[in-house]
């Protein structure tokens, strides 16, 4: 399977915070935040914003004389006798945070073994999840997260796709012709949030953004009731620029 996604800011911003952080572990005394900007290249601004979210994060921590060393969110990923389940943990918490940054549920999603894949999501009284009411896997031409999974898939993936799941009309909205869908596919920005306005259930608006590590596809949605749809754009930006702890739980 060929992929087609362009790298976005919150792989650029992963990817730099693993230079940091490849840098703070080869020096176990600690790290000034001038030498990091010297071992790493990046200017004082994009350390300084990369520094606060890293810590915040807790995968480095300041000692008192201002150094940094490595963080327990880290230590704990790189010792734990079961990886996936500190892993699992480390991004419910990024998610749960992102859940109350957005004032939204949030979800995980991957593309795994050509089905869609809701792996995760963080919900709450006031940010109610979606009702499945039609499987996720088979109603990816009607939600944020089946679009944003497949725009980030090479033409003969998506079409593949499409053959082997029937797309079914879910609401009035629904788009159900295969060469409008792939038409939009092709033409929706990979920097950009894929929307879904009462595509998927009449009463709710979603949105997601690609969050790509390697060779695997994925993506980070939210979804709002109607109601908030004004908030819609503006909450899937901020999605996206906070984006970057949950690509770095995905790539360490």
């Known amino acids: 399977m060929a992929l087609m996604h362009e790298p976005t800011a919150p792989y650029h911003s992963a990817q730099d915070a693993l230079r940091v952080l490849e840098t703070v572990a080869r020096h176990s005394a600690g790290v000034t935040d001038t030498e990091l900007g010297r071992g790493t290249g990046?200017?004082?601004?994009?350390?300084?914003?990369?520094?606060?979210?890293?810590?915040?994060?807790?995968?480095?921590?300041?000692?008192?004389?201002?150094?940094?060393?490595?963080?327990?969110t880290l230590r704990r990923l790189t010792s734990a006798h079961d990886r996936e389940r500190a892993l699992r943990d480390r991004l419910q918490r990024t998610l749960d945070r992102l859940r109350d940054s957005v004032g939204a549920a949030v979800y995980m999603s991957r593309y795994v073994d050509g089905e869609v894949r809701v792996t995760q999501f963080a919900a709450g009284?006031?940010?109610?999840?979606?009702?499945?009411?039609?499987?996720?896997?088979?109603?990816?031409?009607?939600?944020?997260?089946?679009?944003?999974?497949?725009?980030?898939?090479d033409p003969g993936a998506r079409r593949d796709h499409l053959a082997r799941h029937k797309m079914a009309r879910l609401t009035s909205r629904t788009i159900t012709s295969d060469k409008l869908l792939l038409s939009r596919l092709e033409a929706q920005p990979p920097t950009m949030p894929v929307l879904d306005l009462q595509e998927y259930a009449i009463g709710t608006v979603c949105a997601a953004v690609p969050i790509t590590a390697g060779s695997s596809v994925g993506c980070l949605a939210l979804s709002l009731p109607v109601q908030h749809a004004h908030r819609l754009r503006r909450a899937a930006e901020t999605l996206s620029r906070n984006a970057a702890p949950v690509l770095l739980s995905l790539t360490i």
């Not at 990046?42 to 807790?58: H, K, V, Y």
Request: charged fraction near 20%.
């Open 42 to 72: 990046l200017g004082p601004e994009r350390l300084t914003a990369l520094l606060r979210m890293l810590r915040r994060e807790g995968y480095v921590q300041q000692i008192t004389d201002g150094a940094y060393v490595t963080g327990d």
């Open 125 to 153: 009284p006031t940010t109610p999840a979606v009702n499945e009411w039609f499987d996720f896997r088979y109603s990816a031409h009607a939600t944020a997260v089946g679009k944003s999974l497949l725009t980030q898939l």
